[in-house]
Every structure is written in C-alpha cells, then in structure tokens.
C-alpha cells in the first residue's frame, strides 16, 4: 500500500469501517512509514476533539436577526430585479387587455351613471366614481388569477396589481380627462383598489379552490 491510498482511507479506518483485508494493509504499511503514522496521529487527535464538541444553540437575537437579512434579500431580488418582475408582467398584461375591452363593452361613463343610479344619492359624488373604478380593476386581475389555476406566492400576487396599473394608468386617466379632479382621483383609487383586491385576496382564494379540487 502506498501513502495516497492510505491517507484516503484514515477516516474510514478512524471509523472503524474499514474491511479486514483493507485494515490489515493499512496497519502494515504504518508500521514501516512514519509520515503515515504522524498524518494518522493527528486526525485521530482531531476525531477525538470532534467527538466531544457540543452544540451551541444561538442566541434568538441572532436568529431573528438572520430571519430579518433573509426576507430583506428575498424582497430586494423580488422587487429590485428585473428577473424578479419577470413572472408578474404576462398575467398583468392580460389583465389590461380585459379591463381595456371591459371599458369598451361597458364604458366608464356608462357605467358611472349605473352606479349614479344604483346609490341613489346615498353616496358622495367621489364615491360613485371608486365603485365604477373597482370595476375595472377587481374583475380583470380576478379572472386572471382564476385563469392561472394554481396558488402563487404572495409577492407574485402583489407585483401583478403593481404592473397592472402601471400599464393601464395612462389609458384611463386618458379615458377620464373631462372628469373633475375628486371624481377622477376616485376612479384612480377605486381602480387601484379593485386590482390589488383582484390580485391578491380573490385570487388567491379561488386558486387555493381549484388547488384542492385538483
């Protein structure tokens, strides 16, 4: 036996897992070479010294201080990638298409003056505009979630609504120029409402749904 061939088997004889034949050839080449003996020795000294380390347990500062940094990098790769964007950008999308053909099969003055009636004066001015608004947000980030079928994390479920209003803002306050500034603020409210309703409380209640129907 040469010294590579038996310094790679010292843990395994250190363990006692070493087969006879192997253990035989180990002991005889040790009784010839020193270098072997010393190398041996000195693991043998350290497999002692593991044997009797004890376990530290932490202190709970120092694991909710871990706990901390561990979100902080799970939302700072979340939020301040672009990799992390990614997954939310299809379903947002989506999301604007169905708002936008939403606002053509029932348009925002329409469906203002629905809700004009439906309240009856019961609610300010400001108010009927958030309830057309929440409309157009809850419906379409709603469906799509139901569309994806299966339970998505929470971030993902925020970072939609998120995408979502970016995409559409500039088409409904478009749409909403000959408003005055409470009625369009309410629809922009009501609007970004309806989308993080859609997104993140609906949706996820109804893929939990289909996650167990499944």
Excluded at 191 to 201: E, P, T
């Amino acid at each position: 036996m040469e010294c590579r061939q038996a310094s790679e088997i010292f843990a395994s004889y250190l363990s006692d897992e070493l087969a006879p034949t192997e253990r035989g050839e180990l002991l005889t080449h040790l009784d010839t070479c020193p270098s072997c003996r010393a190398e041996l020795a000195g693991l043998k000294e350290m497999w002692i010294l593991l044997g009797q380390w004890r376990d530290v347990e932490p202190h709970p500062a120092i694991g909710r201080r871990l706990h901390r940094q561990v979100r902080w990098l799970v939302a700072r790769d979340a939020f301040l990638s672009l990799k992390g964007w990614t997954p939310s950008l299809v379903p947002a999308a989506l999301g604007v298409l169905l708002s936008v053909g939403l606002s053509f099969l029932m348009p925002y003055d329409a469906l203002i003056e629905i809700c004009r009636r439906a309240v009856g004066g019961l609610v300010p001015e400001p108010g009927v505009f958030l309830m057309a608004g929440l409309t157009y947000g809850l419906l379409p980030l709603a469906m799509v979630m139901w569309l994806s079928g299966r339970r998505r994390p929470v971030l993902w479920r925020m970072k939609s609504p998120l995408l979502f209003l970016v995409l559409i803002s500039p088409y409904a306050i478009f749409q909403c120029l000959h408003f005055p500034g409470p009625a369009l603020a309410g629809f922009l409210m009501g609007l970004s409402f309806g989308a993080f309703l859609g997104g993140v409380a609906v949706g996820q209640r109804w893929g939990n749904r289909m996650t167990c129907e499944r």
